[in-house]
């Protein structure tokens, strides 16, 4: 079982910017994917951006140049990732939540909540 629990978040004017993070705990694996994907109500869950172990990221084209995603690997049983999101536009409201894949497993965070007003 992997544990993933979120921070950051939260309400910010268009334009602003916020950061997120989410730990990785339990039995984690070497070689995993680790990332943000987000849904807005009514519409789909959508991946915002991923982060290999080996540190290689992809974003949604909607995200380019505007967000940034990284990771921390601090033990071989905890990672970090984390997205900093700048240039927010109101589209960009949703529910966030972090994912951990390996393997056939994928875990998601609880979900946290970005707001941005116009």
């Known amino acids: 079982q992997v544990q993933l629990v979120e921070s950051g978040g939260g309400l910010v004017q268009a334009g602003g910017s916020l950061n997120l993070s989410c730990v990785a705990s339990g039995s984690t694996f070497r070689i995993n994917v680790m990332g943000w994907y987000r849904q807005a109500p009514g519409k789909q869950r959508d991946k915002v951006a991923t982060i290999t172990n080996d540190k290689i990221t992809n974003y949604a084209d909607s995200v380019k140049g505007r967000f940034a995603i990284s990771r921390r690997n601090t033990r071989t049983t905890e990672s970090t990732v984390y997205l900093q999101m700048s240039s927010l536009k109101p589209e960009d409201s949703a529910v966030y939540y972090c994912?951990?894949?390996?393997?056939?497993?994928?875990?998601w965070g609880q979900g946290t909540q970005v707001t941005v007003s116009s």
């Open positions: 994912y951990y894949h390996y393997g056939p497993y994928t875990y």
